[in-house]
C-alpha cells in the first residue's frame, strides 16, 4: 500500500521567512495530493491540493510542487507570519480509492 | 448548518471496557472516515465507508468496529479497550467530486485516554 514521508518533523523559522516541507510518497498510482493544516487544539483543514496533471499550484503565499518522476512534492509558504504557525500535513491518494494516506506531520513555528 | 459532530469531545475509561465514538454528518456526505491521531505517527485511517450499510478497514482496524446503518451517522467502537488506544480521534465525511477526490471535513476530534 502507500507510504508517505514528511520531512522534516519540526521547522522554524522567523516571520517574513519561506518555509518549505517535503514528501515522498511509494505508490506510482496516487495521483491526488493535498495539504491540511492543523492549528493548535483544532481539526485538519485543507489548504491546498494537487493532481499529478499538474507540475505546480498557487494560492496567494502558498504553493505546491509535484514530481511525479522522483515521487515527491512540496509545500512552500513564502512571507511566513505568526498564524502559518501549526501542524502541516501532505496526503497522497489513488483516485481509484476513497483513501488518503497522511504523512506524519510538521510542527511549523513562526517566530515575530 | 451543523457540518460534522462528534460526541463525546472527551471521554477517559478503564482497559476492557467497551467504548463507542459518535459522528454525525448533515451534508448527505457519502463518504465518512475514521482517523487516530497520535504524536510521530499522523493521521491514520481505521475505517471508512462509501455508504449506508457499505464499511471497509484502513490502515489500523484491529480492536476497532463501524457501522453505518444511516448516511448521516458512522460510530467507531472500541470493544475492549486498551492503553493503545488512547489517542485523539478524528471522523471525516468526504463528497468524491473531480476523479472520485474530494476534501476532507473532520469532526472536531474525540479525545480518548484509557487507563
Known amino acids: 500500500g502507500e507510504n508517505v514521508e514528511q520531512h522534516p518533523s519540526t521547522l522554524s523559522v522567523q516571520e517574513g521567512d519561506s518555509a518549505v516541507i517535503k514528501c515522498t510518497y511509494s505508490?506510482?498510482?496516487?495521483?491526488?495530493f493535498p495539504w491540511y493544516k492543523q492549528e493548535l487544539g483544532k481539526r485538519p483543514q485543507l489548504i491546498i491540493d494537487?493532481?499529478?496533471?499538474?507540475g505546480e499550484k498557487k494560492d496567494q503565499r502558498i504553493a505546491v510542487t509535484l514530481n511525479k518522476t522522483a515521487k515527491h512534492f512540496s509545500l512552500h509558504i513564502t512571507e511566513t507570519q505568526p498564524e502559518d504557525s501549526a501542524v502541516y500535513f501532505c496526503a497522497a491518494q489513488n483516485t481509484g480509492f476513497q483513501k488518503l494516506v497522511f504523512g506524519t506531520g510538521t510542527r511549523l513555528l513562526v517566530s515575530p | 448548518d451543523a457540518g460534522i459532530t462528534q460526541s463525546p469531545r472527551y471521554k477517559i475509561t478503564e482497559t476492557g471496557r467497551q467504548v463507542t465514538l459518535m459522528c454525525h454528518q448533515t451534508?448527505?456526505?457519502?463518504?465518512m472516515f475514521w482517523y487516530r491521531q497520535d504524536l510521530g505517527h499522523g493521521l491514520r485511517l481505521i475505517y471508512y465507508?462509501?455508504?449506508?450499510?457499505?464499511?471497509d478497514k484502513g490502515e489500523v482496524p484491529d480492536g476497532y468496529v463501524v457501522s453505518r446503518s444511516k448516511t448521516e451517522n458512522f460510530p467507531l467502537t472500541l470493544e475492549s479497550a486498551t492503553r493503545s488506544q488512547t489517542s485523539v480521534y478524528f471522523c471525516?465525511?468526504?463528497?468524491?467530486?473531480?476523479?472520485?477526490?474530494?476534501?476532507?471535513?473532520f469532526g472536531e476530534g474525540s479525545r480518548l485516554t484509557v487507563l
Open positions: 471525516a465525511s468526504s463528497k468524491p467530486g473531480t476523479a472520485n477526490t474530494g476534501e476532507l471535513f
Open positions: 465507508s462509501a455508504a449506508a450499510d457499505i464499511t
Open positions: 451534508w448527505s456526505h457519502s463518504y
Open positions: 505508490d506510482s498510482a496516487s495521483n491526488y
Open positions: 494537487i493532481r499529478s496533471n499538474v
